[in-house]
Every structure is written in structure tokens, then in C-alpha cells.
């Protein structure tokens, strides 16, 4: 019988803590670009586009390693409802954190404007220029940036419950190795 794994992979972690803090500042620098006209406006730009592709591409890496390496199992003593919960909260964090970005390349391809990744470095468009393609996408961008924030924190919220409050390895599972 194989033992029962009490950890995430080394790989899966580097993931998680590796986007936990671009997705956080990707919804700051969300915000600042929309509430500025300053200089600062242009580097904020200059910031979020290409961050947000390296985000998709990260995204894709990490559900390729969660569909491949098992993920510990949740405690035995878990409901059935809170494991449902747990693992639907999951499926609506990859899917806002691989939508956001996809969305943002469509709004910005149906504005007309290039997603500049580094220098002469553009992604070719990936919707048709359409001002009403634009404001739609504009809309879903920034409704979607609040869905992925509220589901940021009450992920954050769940983690502190689990480490802090039931302390039933669910959190080390993620923030730490095994030993």
C-alpha cells in the first residue's frame, strides 16, 4: 500500500507562491491604471500587460501539474458539503486567473491596441477590432478582477481558518514540504 501524500510537489508550491503574490499586485496595478491619468498611468500599463501573460502562462503550467501530481487529500473529517465547496473554489480560482488575462489580450485586440510584451515583442490579436466587443470586454475585465479578488481573499480566509483555527494539515500542505 502507498502511503497517502500530506503535501503539495515542490513544483506545485513554487507555483502557488510564486503567482499568489503577482495575482495581488496584478489587481493593485488594475486599480492604479484605472484611477490615474499621471505619468504613472503608462508604466502601470507597461507593468500589467505583459505580467498578465506570464500569469496565463504560469496558470496553464499549474493545472498541468494539478491535473498530473496528486493533490494530499482533504481531512477525513471534512463534510461532504465543505469538500465541495473547497474543490468548486479552486475550479473558480484557475478559471478567473486563466480568464482574466485572455480577456484583457481580447479587450485590448478589440480596442486596437497591441499587448506589448517587451520592446518590438507584441501578441497578435485574438478578437476582431469592435468598439462594442471593447466595452463588453472592458465590463467583464473589471467585474471578473472583483470576482478573482473576493475569491482571492476567501481563499486566504480558508487557509487562515484551516492553519490557524482547525490546524488540520490542510495549510502545511501548501506551506511547507514534508518532512
Not at 503577482?22 to 500589467?48: P, W
Not at 501573460?53 to 496528486?70: D, E, H, K, N, Q
Not at 492553519?163 to 506551506?175: E, Q
Request: hydrophobic residues 55%; positive net charge; glycine residues 6%.
Amino acid at each position: 500500500m502507498t502511503p497517502t501524500r500530506t503535501h503539495f510537489s515542490p513544483l506545485a508550491r513554487l507555483l502557488h507562491w510564486t503567482m499568489a503574490p503577482l495575482i495581488i499586485a496584478m489587481l493593485f496595478i488594475g486599480v492604479g491604471m484605472v484611477a490615474t491619468v499621471s505619468r504613472a498611468h503608462d508604466t502601470l500599463i507597461a507593468i500589467h500587460r505583459p505580467l498578465g501573460i506570464a500569469l496565463l502562462l504560469l496558470v496553464l503550467l499549474r493545472a498541468g501539474v494539478r491535473l498530473t501530481r496528486s493533490s494530499p487529500p482533504l481531512p477525513a473529517d471534512m463534510s461532504a458539503p465543505q469538500r465541495r465547496v473547497a474543490k468548486a473554489s479552486h475550479l473558480v480560482l484557475y478559471a478567473l486567473m486563466a480568464a482574466m488575462p485572455l480577456i484583457g489580450w481580447g479587450m485590448l485586440s478589440a480596442a486596437g491596441y497591441p499587448v506589448t510584451l517587451y520592446g518590438p515583442l507584441h501578441l497578435p490579436p485574438i478578437a476582431p477590432h469592435d468598439v462594442r466587443l471593447f466595452a463588453l470586454l472592458r465590463a467583464l475585465h473589471t467585474w471578473l478582477a472583483f470576482a478573482l479578488f473576493a475569491t482571492v481573499l476567501l481563499h486566504l480566509a480558508a487557509a487562515l481558518f484551516h492553519g490557524l483555527i482547525r490546524r488540520d494539515g490542510v495549510f502545511s500542505s501548501m506551506a511547507r514540504g514534508g518532512r
